[in-house]
């Protein structure tokens, strides 16, 4: 029996989640149609044997699948990741999701995920009435779903609710505060300026049980050209570590003259365990706009001092391999006339040895005890030359040819 303790209903947070998110979302126009076609959710139950159908967009958003942990490998036909093919595949090693976009209407492709040492087909369609925004793969044969804080996995579904409590959050934090007793909210201003437009982070919230930050971004064009840029490609740098985003709100377009607010979460790590970031960390954020794609994709020319400089270079490198190359063959010319020597040196060593053998003379000089200077004639002559050319038995020879 709960005494003097009121307990709220659910029905009434979540009208108070929406209500607040859609006053926050009140500074645009809203085409709330467009917003349900664009997020179909799908969840299907990880078991081998199954070949599930994912239907993908095109020309209007990704499609994410997430698996509970880190994917093994992905393989696919007519799947690419450099848009060479009708499907075009976004995804990080070691990462537990990847994106998918069609590049061709009707396309159709498939897919083999190896997840947890067991193997699972996706089929591809291409189908922007169907078109899925997130395909989360629960538990089943896979194992066991990604635990976030030892919950159950974070599914897309969750994330996008994570966003909308981080638009209401002043509102929640006043009415409800015990919904937000397990977050942390840091607001800072960070600036991060690109070629064309500026960036600038608002405020960091962290949801520990889930594991995830969501972030919240004024983009600034101050230029008289709109300005593409990829939603899903929002990273994150911390240290010397690299995160990429879980989901994002975002439209990927900035109009001319315009400041246009993005969030998007980061969940965990690339290779599916905790995180444990604090939202006051020092952050870098990073996005890919469309023509940093195209500069990237098409390098300027050279100049003509540029050539000049390559010309010269080219030059140098060239009289440096030609030396390199005069000092090698040399060196080959140099063994070549080693071998020859020992060769000739041991026609001669042959030779010795059959003339000594028959001197009647030297076989005397040692019977009558005569002092055999030979061995301290060959080493006074021997120690003249350079024993790593000349074999070391070639004493006797050189004391043989003194004679």
């Given at each position: 029996?709960?005494m ?29 149609k ?5 997020n179909?959710?799908?969840e ?83 189908d922007n ?9 629960t ?14 996995a974070?599914?897309p ?11 209401a ?33 608002l ?72 995180n ?16 940093m ?12 001092e ?11 490198a ?12 040399a ?15 041991g ?25 055999d200077?030979s ?24 004391n043989?040819?003194?004679?």
């Amino acid at each position: 029996m709960f005494m003097g303790k009121k307990l709220i209903p659910c029905v009434s947070i979540a009208a108070a989640v929406f209500a607040a998110a859609a006053a926050v979302s009140a500074e645009k126009p809203v085409n709330e149609k467009k917003i349900l076609d664009m997020n179909q959710f799908k969840e299907y139950t990880l078991a081998q044997g199954e070949i599930y159908k994912v239907f993908v967009k095109k020309d209007d958003g990704a499609t994410t699948v997430t698996f509970p942990s880190a994917i093994s490998k992905i393989a696919g036909v007519n799947v690419s990741t450099d848009g060479s093919t009708d499907f075009q595949i976004s995804a990080q090693p070691g990462g537990y999701y990847f994106n998918l976009v069609a590049l061709r209407e009707g396309a159709t492709g498939t897919l083999t995920v190896v997840f947890n040492r067991k193997t699972y087909i996706l089929y591809l369609v291409q189908d922007n009435e169907k078109a899925f925004a997130a395909v989360n793969f629960t538990g089943g044969s896979g194992g066991g779903g990604a635990s976030a804080g030892g919950g159950g996995a974070v599914t897309p579904a969750r994330l996008l609710s994570l966003i909308d409590m981080a638009k209401a959050y002043d509102v929640l934090s006043k009415r409800y505060p015990t919904e937000l007793r397990d977050s942390t909210r840091f607001a800072k201003k960070a600036t991060f300026q690109f070629e064309k437009f500026q960036m600038d982070l608002l405020e960091v919230i962290r949801f520990n049980h889930e594991d995830t930050l969501v972030f919240k971004l004024l983009l600034r064009n101050d230029t008289d050209e709109e300005i593409l840029y990829d939603k899903f490609s929002f990273s994150v740098q911390a240290g010397n570590r690299t995160y990429y985003m879980s989901a994002a709100d975002a439209t990927g377009v900035m109009p001319p003259k315009s400041s246009t607010y993005a969030f998007f979460t980061i969940t965990g790590t690339p290779e599916g365990r905790r995180n444990n970031l604090a939202a006051d960390n020092e952050f870098r954020i990073g996005v890919t706009a469309k023509y940093m794609e195209q500069q990237a994709a098409v390098p300027e020319s050279q100049t003509t001092e540029q050539k000049k400089e390559t010309e010269e270079k080219i030059r140098t490198a060239e009289a440096e391999y030609d030396k390199r190359l005069a000092t090698l063959i040399a060196n080959m010319e140099k063994t070549l006339a080693k071998i020859e020597n020992r060769e000739a040196v041991g026609s001669l060593e042959s030779a010795a040895s059959e003339s000594t053998a028959d001197d009647p003379v030297r076989e005397t000089e040692v019977e009558t005890g005569e002092e055999d200077t030979s061995e301290t004639d060959a080493g006074s002559e021997v120690a003249w030359w350079d024993f790593s050319e000349f074999p070391g038995n070639l004493a006797f020879l050189i004391n043989w040819m003194k004679f």
